[in-house]
């Protein structure tokens, strides 16, 4: 009787030990596989944060060097064209170089050309690139707009009314040729033609406060 009833006790303890040992391990795999996931999702929150911050600075590395670059420009310089062409005159960021490529004091009625860019203006050609193109044509305005009209046509230009709430002319933008795509505005100077034209999207921003500027002898 006693044998039996110390074989029933050790089957009650050897039942409770592995009931304890499952449980154990039990809560073991559930305790190592909730750590895993918390890892896991710390190291997704970690990541997001340091995206997150990362992308910020970025912005704000952006938005000072733009900032920099809109402080550099300042004062404004002044182009002064010559006086037998209108005069015209503007103002341009002080950053920008200007090359005025045509000499008109023998007269003659050569059309007038001058170019901007920043800092060094580059060898004057067909494919250079340029922030800023002037060119006084003398040309009455209908004639200088017809020597777009093939191009307006095909649709490698379009075509627009520009006015800057005195004057009006036409805004033409999209390909000039091969390599130079850009905005030009083409504005009537008596019997010459004005065109102010800049090549590519990079300096659309400062053409446009250019254009608020521009004066010339009506």
């Given at each position: 009787m006693r044998r039996t009833l110390e074989k029933g006790a050790v089957s009650g303890s050897l039942f409770a030990i592995i009931a304890l040992v499952l449980l154990v391990i039990v809560f073991g795999s559930?305790?190592?596989?909730?750590?895993?996931?918390?890892?896991d999702q710390k190291n997704n929150v970690d990541t997001k944060v340091a995206d997150a911050t990362a992308a910020a600075v970025l912005k704000n590395s952006e938005e000072l060097e733009k900032k920099?670059?809109?402080?550099?420009?300042?004062?404004?310089?002044?182009?002064?064209?010559?006086?037998d062409y209108g005069r015209l005159?503007?103002?341009?960021?002080?950053?920008?170089?200007?090359?005025?490529?045509?000499?008109?004091?023998?007269?003659?009625?050569?059309?007038?050309?001058a170019y901007l860019n920043p800092i060094l203006v580059p060898p004057v050609?067909?494919?250079?690139?340029?922030?800023?193109?002037i060119t006084i044509e003398q040309k009455i305005y209908d004639k200088a707009l017809e020597a777009y009209a093939g191009q307006i046509k095909k649709g490698d230009l379009k075509s627009s009314v520009y006015s800057d709430g005195?004057?009006?002319?036409?805004?033409?933008?999209?390909?000039?040729?091969?390599?130079?795509?850009?905005t030009a505005v083409l504005l009537k100077m008596r019997d010459r033609t004005l065109t102010l034209r800049t090549d590519g999207d990079v300096?659309?921003?400062?053409?446009?406060?250019?254009?608020?500027?521009?004066?010339?002898?009506?």
């Open positions: 559930f305790s190592i596989w909730a750590y895993m996931n918390y890892m920099f670059l809109a402080e550099e420009k300042k004062p404004l310089r002044v182009f002064a064209g010559p006086a005159t503007f103002s341009y960021p002080k950053t920008w170089s200007a090359f005025q490529a045509t000499d008109v004091s023998g007269g003659g009625g050569v059309t007038y050309d050609n067909k494919t250079t690139k340029f922030a800023l193109r005195t004057r009006t002319g036409t805004r033409l933008e999209g390909n000039f040729n091969n390599d130079i795509r850009g300096f659309k921003e400062d053409f446009e406060a250019i254009l608020k500027t521009v004066k010339f002898n009506e």
